[in-house]
């Protein structure tokens, strides 16, 4: 594998956005893929984000170049440094805010010690410890020229969360670009939790004519796209 990771893994990255000036979401798939597997795979594996998440993650960073990128959830980073790898192989001027709740608040998943040890110190990226929606808002106030902003909500399985955040976001940065994790669907007879891709659908209820969706929809855990025509 090292061998093949050094061929394919060119010096730089050329700018994989094709027709930027058109409203269809449209990238190079090949640079994308010689990306992902030379620099995000080597770092951050494959799990919890699969290689066609990895390249969606990848390519709404390249398609909207934002200047702010909010998350939340950071855990040990994996999420942030696809964020930061992606920024910097492709010379993107942004700004990355990961938000953790407070050492003190109860969460099963909280990582407490490893707390986004995969993006210590990392140029470009702030360590939060707040609620992520609210600190997200504090930050994106206190900045004068915003240009495009992407936040990243890690569904957890929950509806309730996925649609008051997703909610919040879209009443307050209409323009936002946003990716949702965990939003695969299948039918009921599966059992899965589908609660994100449940609050998705009912909070872009009435808006889909200024809104475009896009969603890896082969399987768990599954990735949607959600950014204004």
């Not at 210590?120 to 992520?132: F, K, V, Y």
């Not at 896009?214 to 599954?222: F, K």
Request: aromatic share 10%; with cysteine; glycine share 6%.
């Amino acid at each position: 594998m090292r061998n093949i990771l050094k061929k394919i893994n060119p010096v730089t990255f050329t700018d994989p956005v094709l027709n930027s000036g058109e409203t269809e979401f449209e990238v190079n798939n090949w640079i994308i893929s010689d990306f992902v597997i030379s620099k995000l795979v080597p770092v951050v594996g494959v799990h919890p984000f699969p290689l066609n998440e990895l390249m969606l993650m990848s390519s709404a960073v390249c398609r909207f170049k934002p200047t702010l990128i909010f998350e939340w959830g950071t855990n040990i980073g994996k999420s942030a440094r696809v964020f930061y790898e992606t920024i910097k192989a492709f010379k993107i001027n942004c700004e990355i805010h990961t938000i953790d709740l407070p050492d003190h608040v109860f969460h099963n998943e909280h990582p407490h010690q490893s707390r986004g040890q995969l993006v210590r110190g990392l140029r470009n990226i702030t360590l939060h410890q707040a609620d992520g929606v609210t600190r997200s808002f504090e930050v994106f106030e206190k900045q004068k020229e915003k240009g495009n902003v992407l936040f990243f909500i890690d569904g957890d399985h929950s509806y309730e969360t996925v649609k008051r955040e997703l909610s919040s976001i879209l009443e307050r940065i209409p323009s936002a670009i946003i990716l949702l994790h965990d939003t695969f669907y299948q039918s009921a007879g599966s059992g899965y939790n589908i609660g994100p891709f449940k609050a998705i659908e009912d909070v872009l209820e009435g808006k889909r004519a200024a809104y475009k969706v896009i969603a890896t929809n082969t399987g768990l855990p599954g990735m949607t796209l959600v950014f204004k025509k």
